[in-house]
């Protein structure tokens, strides 16, 4: 596996006693040393999850992780196997799992798997509203008292077109008019 998947373990284990914590990440150690091919004796064996997922038998060791209470353990592991890919993502994504649902996401995209969302770009998850750039634009122009065929000329898009962004907006800011939208925004601080 050349892409990590454990960037989110440090966040879903925080939830674990610091006990079961310590026991997971000692437990770990001689899997990582057996998957990374080192050649070197080890003094306790592989524990049972670890030591399933080198077997090939990923169905079983996402079992093992759920009985031991180990959600994202059991994810990663379904996902190592064909059949558990989207199930595995589906489940990561749940767990707020982004970077490892992520390279799910990538290894589905590549098996020819359709639908799989992106999500937003950064600077729309960083808006206050998730209002993307064009919707801003538009915000902005509804805000300076525009109509939508005055915005449509503005932009050079479609009437229909600058329908749709202003619906999304509404939505987005939970307002029933432009009005509204306009003051929600200021308060925001999304438009001046």
């Known amino acids: 596996m050349t892409e990590r998947i454990s960037r989110d373990r440090p966040l879903l284990l925080a939830s674990a006693s610091p006990r079961r914590r310590e026991l997971l990440e000692l437990a770990r150690i001689p899997f990582e040393v057996v998957r990374a091919g080192i050649d070197e004796s080890i003094a306790n064996p592989v524990a049972e999850p670890w030591a399933l997922e080198l077997d090939g038998r990923h169905e079983?060791?996402?079992?093992?992780?759920?009985?031991?209470?180990?959600?994202?353990?059991?994810?990663?592991?379904?996902?190592?196997?064909?059949?558990?890919?989207?199930?595995?993502?589906?489940?990561?994504?749940?767990?707020?799992?982004?970077?490892?649902?992520?390279?799910?996401?990538?290894?589905?995209?590549?098996?020819?798997?359709?639908?799989?969302?992106?999500?937003?770009?950064?600077?729309?998850?960083?808006?206050?509203?998730?209002l993307t750039g064009r919707e801003l634009e538009v915000l902005a122009l509804v805000a300076g008292g525009l109509s939508n065929a005055e915005i449509a000329l503005r932009l050079h898009v479609s009437t229909r077109t600058v329908d749709h962004h202003v619906s999304n907006i509404l939505r987005k800011l939970e307002v029933p008019s432009r009005a509204r939208a306009s003051i929600e925004a200021a308060r925001l601080g999304i438009v001046p």
């Open 60 to 130: 079983d060791a996402a079992a093992a992780w759920h009985r031991l209470g180990c959600p994202y353990e059991a994810a990663v592991a379904m996902g190592l196997g064909c059949d558990g890919l989207e199930d595995a993502h589906r489940r990561l994504q749940e767990l707020g799992a982004g970077g490892a649902a992520a390279v799910y996401a990538r290894r589905l995209r590549r098996r020819g798997v359709r639908g799989i969302a992106r999500g937003p770009r950064p600077s729309t998850r960083e808006n206050p509203a998730n």
